[in-house]
């Protein structure tokens, strides 16, 4: 089944414990990136990668890293995490960048204390 | 910065109403795509629209691209309680997607 995973689903952790939240897709699209979502704000791309070892920021990079070692996986790296990145995050992977449909993973809900 | 403004935020409606969602913007793109997503889960698509003044149906749902591809529409007919959810308008531009803050859909029995 073509498919996005993401790991874990639930995280509470505490400021400035590092985390992260693994991404794995199994269409061998090219295109990966993540997201944030909060009330009222609507999905905001953090990063995405256009290939392996290609990244770039979205519109709400910082706090956060990424690699793409590989081409299925694309974990997003939150070094020292604070109560501000308490959301709902989304990996979503597609063909190419433009006019092709996301396929989104189920989410990550992460609570920093 | 480019902007999708989606309205109305929320909606509550019977079952057998029709609706509209409406996302408008400031900016042309190349392609606008709507998503609908369900607690507990990642958007989902819809459809996508490409060319201005394109109309697109999905059995009681019609999709509309404005003719300077800056807006869009989404039509609902006879509403029925599986229709509840999040709807996301998202439009594509220079190699970013940007994301509508979404409608909730509510549909009452």
């Known amino acids: 089944e073509a498919q996005v995973t993401q790991n874990p689903r639930y995280l509470i952790t505490v400021t400035g414990k590092k985390l992260t939240v693994t991404c794995s897709q199994n269409?061998?699209?090219?295109?990966m990136s993540w997201y944030r979502q909060d009330p009222g704000l609507g999905l905001r791309q953090i990063y995405y990668?256009?290939?392996?070892?290609?990244?770039d920021k979205g519109d709400v990079p910082e706090g956060y890293k990424v690699s793409r070692k590989e081409k299925r996986n694309f974990p997003l790296i939150l070094e020292s995490p604070s109560p501000n990145q308490t959301s709902l995050y989304f990996c979503a992977s597609s063909l190419a960048l433009v006019d092709r449909e996301q396929f989104f993973g189920p989410g990550t809900r992460l609570t920093v204390l | 910065t480019q902007l999708l403004e989606q309205s109305p935020q929320f909606l509550s409606i019977q079952e057998g109403e029709n609706l509209t969602v409406y996302c408008n913007s400031s900016s042309v793109f190349s392609s606008l795509q709507w998503y609908r997503q369900e607690p507990g889960e990642g958007p989902v698509l819809l459809v996508t629209v490409v060319t201005g003044g394109e109309v697109k149906k999905l059995k009681r749902l019609t999709f509309q691209f404005g003719d300077a591809r800056k807006d869009s529409s989404l039509h609902i007919t006879a509403a029925q309680p599986g229709d509840t959810g999040l709807y996301l308008c998202?439009?594509?531009?220079?190699?970013?997607?940007?994301f509508g803050s979404g409608t909730r859909l509510l549909v009452r029995p």
């Open positions: 990668s256009m290939n392996v070892e290609v990244t």
């Open positions: 998202a439009g594509h531009s220079s190699y970013k997607l940007i």
């Open positions: 269409m061998n699209h090219e295109y």
